[in-house]
């Protein structure tokens, strides 16, 4: 048998496998260079970017539990400006999409930053973290409110040229309303999901180990709920999914197709093995080779009840 | 880089300190004094990440197996604190652990000619020894300086003094040496001319950057934090630099700007 086929598409993106690097987990790109090879993934997103750098959360900032790990980093980055003149000039010249994530402090924040990356050649595609539990503003204001979102997506859309994902957050009593918002706005694809919000105690100094309290639960312990709210959202919603959660080996990437979605993205796993994303992308392929499937693309939704 | 190695030995010093060898690419003999290694030390998923060590040692032996000749080598020297260090004192000779190393910046040996001052506290001590090496090696007068709480925390002295290096030792408890801070023991004896270099619990890091500071020597620590990714792409392991305010925040990573920094770029409260 010829080697399948495991090239996808996501709002356009075309990538030579599904795999994908998720914001926050693989820094700038350059990170990882030594450990794996950049163009042997499908896509790479960058840490998501705001109009002003910003410095993030008090330390400490990350602690394990079991299965997963919490943190509250606080979306510290280097702001877009200094992204486009320090990191993307390195990245355009890796023959792998790159997807910028990006978030604003408030509505307008957000299309600021989108329209500045519009016309930007090197930046594939946008993702709009309207998801994250670790800020005060932004963030989880717009992914829990189905109105707010909209406004989100509306306004980015209005700014970008560019396939536009919005990254939803589990922190909802109905993702798939959350889903269906964002699509009704315009979104391209949505990608799913984001960190749960939790909590860890240190029994002995009786306070919370975080500086901030609380933070995003990632890892295999979050894998089950993400695969839920995929399968959850693939039903209802017709966009192109990405699925992220717990993803540590071509397996579990695989069950996320199965479940619904297009592609998937690798968090956490980069930090226990930094080569992850290019083995899971392997570890698939393999998958395809023994069950003597030609292309990937055939297992999206392919899910028997 | 990313290799798997294999455990040559791994012996309990004294209760609760172990110090392990594993075979490693030759690269790594290149490595500098304070770079660390993260270590995966289950294939489950609990404990989930990777655990971070000093360098200990680096050097060549002879494999005692057949077909085998020199074989590179790094050590660690570490304690038993949780979860994760149980099940590395666990580990046999055989048994293949998965490493990423060498990471971070090391120590700055400084010119040739200046006292080189070394200061550990407990398992502190561990990248002191690798540095030790390193300076004796250029012919550098070394003195060390170890504290612990008691006699058990002092490690690994006699290899120093094989070294020729002098020592002093100070515990808590004066169960070993001089009873009471090692600062203390440490502030009679310095003066202008000599570099210091420190590892240990961040309080101790912080008297020695004081009194650095006051002496105008030339200081560097090595610094600890939690850390996911060690490569400096999760942000976890920052701590405040020098001019770290609330409104003009300034964040040093550990893994990757550190762990060794000059005493006057953090912030010491
Ligand atoms: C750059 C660097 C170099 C280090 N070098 C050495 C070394 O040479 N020898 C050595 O014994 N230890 C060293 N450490 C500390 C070592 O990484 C921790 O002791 C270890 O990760 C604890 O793992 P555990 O699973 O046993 O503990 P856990 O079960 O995770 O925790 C048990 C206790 O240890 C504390 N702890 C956990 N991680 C750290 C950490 N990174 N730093 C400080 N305290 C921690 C926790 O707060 C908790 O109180 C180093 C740490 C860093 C960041
Ligand atoms: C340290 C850390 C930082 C993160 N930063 C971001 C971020 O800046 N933007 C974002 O959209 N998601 C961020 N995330 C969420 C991840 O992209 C991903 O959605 C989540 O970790 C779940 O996937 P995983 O279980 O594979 O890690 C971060 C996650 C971690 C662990
Ligand atoms: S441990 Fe991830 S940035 Fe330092």
Same mark, same amino acid.
């Given at each position: 048998?010829?080697?399948?086929?495991?090239?996808?598409?996501?709002?356009?993106?075309?990538?030579?496998?599904?795999?994908?690097?998720?914001?926050?987990?693989?820094?700038?790109?350059?990170?990882?260079?030594?450990?794996?090879?950049?163009?042997?993934?499908?896509?790479?997103?960058?840490?998501?970017?705001?109009?002003?750098?910003?410095?993030?959360?008090?330390?400490?900032?990350?602690?394990?539990?079991?299965?997963?790990?919490?943190?509250?980093?606080?979306?510290?980055?280097?702001?877009?400006?200094?992204?486009?003149?320090?990191?993307?000039?390195?990245?355009?010249?890796?023959?792998?999409?790159?997807?910028?994530? @990006?978030?604003?402090?408030?509505?307008?924040?957000?299309?600021?930053?989108?329209?500045?990356?519009?016309? @930007?050649?090197?930046?594939?595609?946008?993702?709009?973290?309207?998801?994250?539990?670790?800020?005060?503003?932004?963030?989880?204001?717009?992914?829990?409110?189905?109105?707010?979102?909209?406004?989100?997506?509306?306004?980015?859309?209005?700014?970008?040229?560019?396939?536009?994902?919005?990254?939803?957050?589990?922190?909802?009593?109905?993702?798939?309303?959350?889903?269906?918002?964002?699509?009704?706005?315009?979104?391209?694809?949505?990608?799913?999901?984001?960190?749960?919000?939790?909590?860890?105690?240190?029994?002995?100094?009786?306070?919370?180990?975080?500086?901030?309290?609380?933070?995003?639960?990632?890892?295999?312990?979050?894998?089950?709920?993400?695969?839920?709210?995929?399968?959850?959202?693939?039903?209802?919603?017709?966009?192109?999914?990405?699925?992220?959660?717990?993803?540590?080996?071509?397996?579990?990437? @695989?069950?996320?197709?199965?479940?619904?979605?297009?592609?998937?993205?690798?968090?956490?796993?980069?930090?226990?093995?930094?080569?992850?994303?290019?083995?899971?992308?392997?570890?698939?392929?393999?998958?395809?080779?023994?069950?003597?499937?030609?292309?990937?693309?055939?297992?999206?939704?392919?899910?028997?009840? | 880089?990313?290799?798997?190695?294999?455990?040559?030995?791994?012996?309990?010093?004294?209760?609760?300190?172990?110090?392990?060898?594993?075979?490693?690419?030759?690269?790594?003999?290149?490595?500098?004094?304070?770079?660390?290694?993260?270590?995966?030390?289950?294939?489950?998923?609990?404990?989930?990440?990777?655990?971070?060590?000093?360098?200990?040692?680096?050097?060549?032996?002879?494999?005692?197996?057949?077909?085998?000749?020199?074989?590179?080598?790094?050590?660690?020297?570490?304690?038993?604190?949780?979860?994760?260090?149980?099940?590395?004192?666990?580990?046999?000779?055989?048994?293949?652990?998965?490493?990423?190393?060498?990471?971070?910046?090391?120590?700055?040996?400084?010119?040739?000619?200046?006292? *080189?001052?070394?200061?550990?506290?407990?398992?502190?001590? +561990?990248?002191?020894?690798?540095?030790?090496?390193?300076?004796?090696?250029?012919?550098? *007068?070394?003195?060390?300086?170890?504290?612990?709480?008691?006699?058990?925390?002092?490690?690994?002295?006699?290899?120093?003094?094989?070294?020729?290096?002098?020592?002093?030792?100070?515990?808590?408890?004066?169960?070993?040496?001089?009873?009471?801070?090692?600062?203390?023991?440490?502030?009679?004896?310095?003066?202008?001319?000599?570099?210091?270099?420190?590892?240990?619990?961040?309080?101790?890091?912080?008297?020695?950057?004081?009194?650095?500071?006051?002496?105008?020597?030339?200081?560097?620590?090595?610094?600890?934090?939690?850390?996911?990714?060690?490569?400096? +792409?999760?942000?976890?392991?920052?701590? *405040?630099?020098?001019?770290?305010?609330?409104?003009?925040?300034?964040?040093?990573?550990?893994? *990757?700007?550190?762990?060794?920094?000059?005493?006057?770029?953090?912030?010491?409260?």
């Amino acid at each position: 048998m010829q080697r399948p086929d495991m090239s996808v598409a996501v709002a356009g993106i075309k990538m030579r496998n599904p795999v994908m690097t998720a914001s926050g987990t693989f820094g700038y790109g350059a990170e990882f260079a030594d450990y794996l090879d950049l163009e042997c993934i499908g896509a790479m997103i960058s840490k998501g970017l705001s109009l002003k750098p910003k410095a993030g959360n008090p330390t400490p900032r990350i602690v394990e539990t079991p299965g997963g790990m919490l943190n509250a980093i606080g979306l510290q980055n280097v702001g877009i400006d200094a992204f486009i003149e320090q990191k993307l000039p390195y990245l355009k010249n890796v023959n792998t999409p790159v997807i910028v994530n @990006l978030y604003g402090n408030t509505l307008e924040e957000y299309g600021e930053v989108a329209a500045r990356l519009d016309g @930007l050649s090197g930046v594939a595609g946008i993702e709009v973290n309207i998801s994250c539990p670790n800020v005060k503003q932004g963030g989880i204001v717009f992914g829990t409110d189905p109105g707010a979102a909209q406004e989100v997506v509306r306004l980015v859309k209005k700014n970008t040229t560019k396939p536009m994902i919005v990254k939803l957050s589990p922190n909802v009593t109905d993702v798939v309303l959350m889903a269906k918002a964002c699509a009704d706005a315009g979104a391209d694809a949505l990608s799913l999901i984001n960190t749960l919000t939790g909590m860890a105690i240190d029994l002995e100094r009786r306070r919370p180990v975080l500086a901030n309290v609380t933070g995003g639960l990632s890892g295999p312990a979050i894998k089950p709920v993400a695969l839920r709210m995929v399968w959850q959202v693939a039903k209802a919603v017709k966009l192109p999914l990405i699925g992220i959660g717990g993803i540590m080996n071509g397996r579990d990437a @695989l069950e996320f197709m199965l479940a619904g979605a297009t592609a998937v993205q690798v968090g956490t796993a980069s930090f226990l093995d930094p080569s992850a994303a290019q083995r899971i992308a392997r570890e698939m392929e393999q998958y395809l080779v023994d069950h003597k499937i030609e292309s990937v693309s055939s297992l999206i939704g392919a899910l028997e009840l | 880089m990313q290799f798997k190695s294999m455990v040559v030995s791994n012996v309990e010093l004294s209760p609760n300190y172990f110090r392990m060898r594993m075979t490693a690419p030759q690269e790594l003999l290149a490595s500098a004094p304070g770079q660390f290694l993260m270590l995966k030390v289950t294939d489950a998923i609990d404990p989930l990440l990777r655990r971070p060590f000093g360098l200990f040692d680096v050097g060549t032996f002879t494999a005692e197996y057949a077909g085998c000749g020199t074989q590179a080598y790094c050590e660690i020297l570490y304690k038993v604190v949780g979860k994760g260090t149980k099940l590395l004192s666990a580990l046999h000779h055989g048994d293949v652990v998965d490493l990423l190393a060498p990471l971070g910046r090391g120590f700055d040996l400084g010119p040739a000619g200046e006292e *080189k001052v070394l200061v550990g506290g407990g398992v502190g001590l +561990a990248p002191l020894y690798y540095l030790a090496k390193a300076l004796v090696a250029r012919g550098e *007068k070394v003195r060390l300086f170890a504290g612990g709480r008691n006699r058990d925390d002092i490690l690994c002295i006699t290899e120093f003094e094989r070294l020729g290096v002098e020592t002093y030792v100070a515990t808590d408890d004066g169960t070993l040496g001089e009873s009471g801070f090692v600062t203390q023991v440490l502030e009679r004896h310095l003066n202008k001319g000599m570099r210091i270099f420190a590892c240990g619990p961040t309080p101790m890091l912080g008297a020695v950057a004081k009194m650095a500071a006051l002496h105008e020597v030339p200081c560097q620590v090595s610094m600890e934090a939690y850390m996911a990714c060690g490569v400096g +792409a999760c942000l976890g392991c920052v701590m *405040k630099g020098a001019n770290h305010t609330e409104d003009t925040p300034d964040y040093r990573c550990v893994c *990757k700007d550190g762990p060794v920094f000059d005493s006057f770029e953090l912030q010491w409260s």
